[in-house]
């Protein structure tokens, strides 16, 4: 039972459009939600988080938009560069105060930004 | 300055025959972690260690073990390891600090002939 969806494997963009990819969550208790970044023969690396106290959370050309009563949110990428080819990862945390210490992980969106 | 090193990167191995990933950390996190991910797949946890407490996950088979004999390596053991248990092996660690996240090594790609 997949806790966190993503449901669109991958999505190619041409560079400097807007990148839009997105997740979904059915448990109700996650209430921390982060997105990591991986290339190949790499791990993961975090990218940007936000809190389920926010509705959106701004890191440069990254944006992090959470509807809670829809249990969906959305990374968007603007402008979108080719080195930003990579597959993203959503990831949730029940923290109840506490700590990132357990994550949910997706199955992950290869992005694919094109010349 | 890697952070958390996983050797080797890649492995081969016969079937059922005992293979040993090993993951290493200069963070200092007293919590390690080993996640399996096979392709287009999320990464699945199969255990962790917080400090020397060993957590295992519900679903991990038995097939699989670990050990941690200081805060800086973490070791896992596949005992017998199958067809089905070629993946890739993500280490990862967490610990207080700026940033309240995991941190992942680069993996090791298990083969198994």
């Known amino acids: 039972d997949q806790q966190v969806k993503q449901n669109s494997p991958s999505l190619s963009v041409q560079e400097g459009r807007i990148s839009i990819l997105n997740c979904d969550y059915t448990n109700s208790m996650f209430d921390y939600f982060l997105w990591y970044k991986k290339y190949p023969a790499e791990g993961p690396t975090f990218l940007i988080s936000?809190?389920?106290?926010?509705d959106k959370n701004e890191d440069g050309r990254f944006t992090v938009f959470l509807n809670k009563s829809a249990k969906h949110l959305s990374l968007h990428i603007v402008p979108s560069q080719p080195g930003d080819s990579a597959v993203y990862f959503c990831?949730?945390?029940?923290?109840?105060?506490?700590?990132?210490?357990?994550?949910?992980f997706g199955k992950g969106t290869l992005l694919t930004v094109n010349p | 300055d890697a952070m958390v090193i996983q050797n080797p990167r890649y492995q081969v191995t016969q079937f059922g025959k005992p293979v040993t990933l090993s993951c290493s950390q200069t963070l200092n996190h007293n919590v390690m972690y080993w996640y399996q991910q096979k392709s287009s797949q999320a990464p699945k946890l199969l255990f962790h260690y917080y400090d020397k407490d060993f957590n295992n996950e519900a679903d991990t088979p038995d097939n699989f073990q670990s050990r941690r004999p200081n805060t800086s390596f973490c070791f896992l053991d596949i005992r017998s390891p199958g067809l089905g248990d070629a993946a890739m092996y993500l280490c990862a660690t967490y610990g207080q600090g700026a940033l309240d996240t995991q941190y992942f090594g680069p993996g090791t790609r298990l083969t198994v002939l």
């Open positions: 936000i809190s389920s106290i926010k």
């Open positions: 990831a949730a945390s029940a923290r109840d105060g506490g700590s990132n210490y357990k994550l949910t």
